[in-house]
């Protein structure tokens, strides 16, 4: 399986994200602005969104591809529904319901088998979750002095609407599918429509 080893702060500097996004609570102290003096065609625009998707959701192009034609064949705006799929990998649940400071940290305690969907062990990351699923940590992964040490330090992050998350019982439960007004940074998907409609 193919890795991303991007440093991450320089990479969110370049594509315009907070390291908040990422689960990184850090501030780079160089010029945010240094990368918005060269001018940039549109297909660089259209390239450097797709790349940002990419890059928060840890994504290769071939998987990414794949979800963006899943997309098209749903009903609906392609870019509403590229969000939706990625929202709603288990990898990316587990990070937004607090078990993972990272979504790379969340992808590999899913690939290690620390999280069930309905009481099933699940050790794919860009498994789907649906609605009604009940995403929880592993009984015998709660005891381990790293989720009690993940679940202090996210105490106070913000969980999105679509998730009733139970930080308890190391568990949640998708209310609804995710949409792109529940997503913490800004994205214009018709840019990657119209990359990949080229």
């Not at 240094?34 to 549109?42: F, G, H, M, Q």
């Not at 290690?112 to 009604?132: A, L």
């Not at 999105?160 to 568990?171: G, I, K, Q, Y």
């Not at 792109?180 to 994205?187: F, G, R």
Request: proline content about 4%; aromatic content about 8%; overall charge positive.
């Amino acid at each position: 399986m193919a890795v991303n080893k991007d440093p991450i702060l320089k990479r969110c500097r370049y594509l315009g994200i907070s390291p908040m996004v990422m689960g990184i609570n850090k501030q780079s102290n160089r010029n945010p602005n240094a990368n918005n003096r060269k001018k940039v065609s549109e297909y660089g625009t259209q390239l450097k969104e797709k790349q940002k998707l990419k890059f928060i959701y840890g994504m290769m192009e071939k998987p990414f591809r794949h979800y963006f034609e899943l997309a098209e064949k749903m009903e609906g705006k392609a870019g509403d529904n590229l969000i939706t799929l990625l929202e709603s990998r288990l990898d990316n649940v587990a990070f937004r319901m607090g078990m993972a400071l990272t979504r790379r940290e969340a992808r590999q305690l899913v690939t290690h088998g620390h999280f069930t969907i309905n009481g099933k062990r699940v050790d794919i990351p860009s498994y789907r979750v649906s609605v009604g699923d009940v995403i929880a940590v592993d009984e015998k992964s709660r005891t381990s002095a790293k989720f009690k040490d993940v679940a202090e330090q996210t105490k106070g992050r913000i969980t999105p609407t679509w998730l009733d998350v139970n930080r308890d019982a190391f568990s949640a439960t998708v209310n609804r599918l995710p949409n792109p007004s529940d997503i913490d940074y800004e994205t214009e998907t018709h840019l990657i429509v119209e990359l990949y409609s080229k």
